[in-house]
Nanobody, 123 residues
Framework: QVQLVESGGGLVQAGHSLKLSCSAS????????MGWFRQVPGKEREFVAG????????SYADSTKGRFTISRDNAKNAVYLEVNRLQVEDTAVYYC????????????????WGQGTQVTVSS
């Protein structure tokens, strides 16, 4: 059974950093692009970043370039999202996602989702 479980969210002050983790199971992790998305109430889910199966290729949304870093550890079946200089506007539920097919683009499509972890940034 394919499963993605996010962790690391919480309440953080603006200007601080946060690292989200996603633990994957039930599939050959290194064969799949992984990604992070975020969603706020009333808005569509937004692509944040993607990383290729081997970890060499990455892609970021224009709104997240420079402060967000995606990485993965294939030995641990884990993908991470580090966010620096957090802003109130980063408040959202963050979702881990798996590419829909083996060796798909770092920009997707994505077809498997975790349950999400809430990140709340206070001013």
């Amino acid at each position: 059974q394919v499963q993605l479980v996010e962790s690391g969210g919480g309440l953080v002050q603006a200007g601080h950093s946060l690292k989200l983790s996603c633990s994957a199971s039930g599939f050959t992790f290194s064969s799949y692009t992984m990604g992070w998305f975020r969603q706020v109430p009333g808005k569509e889910r937004e692509f944040v970043a993607g990383i290729s199966g081997g970890g060499r290729g990455t892609s970021y949304a224009d709104s997240t370039k420079g402060r967000f870093t995606i990485s993965r550890d294939n030995a641990k079946n884990a993908v991470y999202l580090e966010v620096n200089r957090l802003q109130v506007e980063d408040t959202a539920v963050y979702y881990c996602a798996r590419g829909s097919a083996i060796y798909s683009s770092v920009k997707g499509p994505f077809g498997v989702w975790g349950q999400g972890t809430q990140v709340t940034v206070s001013s």
